[in-house]
């Protein structure tokens, strides 16, 4: 009998993806050695699964979703988060919001990635709160706001360790959210 098989996206010799997170009922993974620009969202509610047609070839709508970034600087994904909007990527050189038209389910036949701001991001796991995303910026000196603004109908990304850039001085290395009892973003320097 004839069996086919295909070289998967991550091994020791292409690397393993360097961040991870769930949205929609898929989970999603990026930032490879190999290919640092490719994301990949599993399929719909199998999370080991990423696999882009069924076994007939066809692309559904619960199949796989894998893209790269189109970006004239190759940048690899540091970080993944996620709001009511989409899918947040974060780049060494820029961030990226991936999703769908018209507040449809994200899938391999309508998603789009398209670059938000310019400031880069630190490879430290953003945390949510709320409507927003936190992020340390690609110095790992400051933490910025990634948020939808309506008046500007698009994202903004005000520093938020503006009044205390100091803390910056030795950079951000980790990134935690206690809501209980007084919500606060908690942040380990290196």
Not at 59 to 75: E, F, H, I, M, T
Not at 81 to 98: I, W
Request: glycine share 8%.
């Amino acid at each position: 009998p004839i069996r086919q098989w295909r070289l998967g996206y991550w091994s020791d010799t292409t690397g393993w993806p360097g961040t991870g997170d769930f949205f929609e009922d898929r989970l999603w993974l990026a930032g490879t050695d190999e290919y640092p620009d490719m994301f990949a969202g599993s399929v719909t509610g199998a999370y080991e699964t990423f696999s882009q047609t069924d076994t007939f070839g066809e692309v559904l709508d619960d199949s796989a979703v894998v893209g790269r970034l189109n970006s004239r600087r190759l940048s690899r994904i540091r970080c993944l988060s996620s709001d009511e909007r989409g899918l947040v990527m974060g780049t060494g050189s820029e961030e990226y919001t991936l999703s769908a038209p018209n507040n449809e389910p994200l899938t391999a036949r309508n998603i789009r990635a398209r670059p938000a701001t310019r400031r880069g991001s630190a490879n430290v796991e953003p945390v949510r709160v709320d409507n927003q995303v936190l992020y340390v910026q690609r110095s790992g000196r400051t933490i910025r706001e990634f948020a939808y603004v309506f008046e500007a109908d698009g994202y903004k990304s005000p520093s938020m360790s503006q009044l205390a850039s100091h803390l910056g001085t030795v950079p951000f290395a980790e990134m935690d959210y206690a809501a209980e009892p007084h919500s606060i973003v908690w942040v380990r320097r290196a």
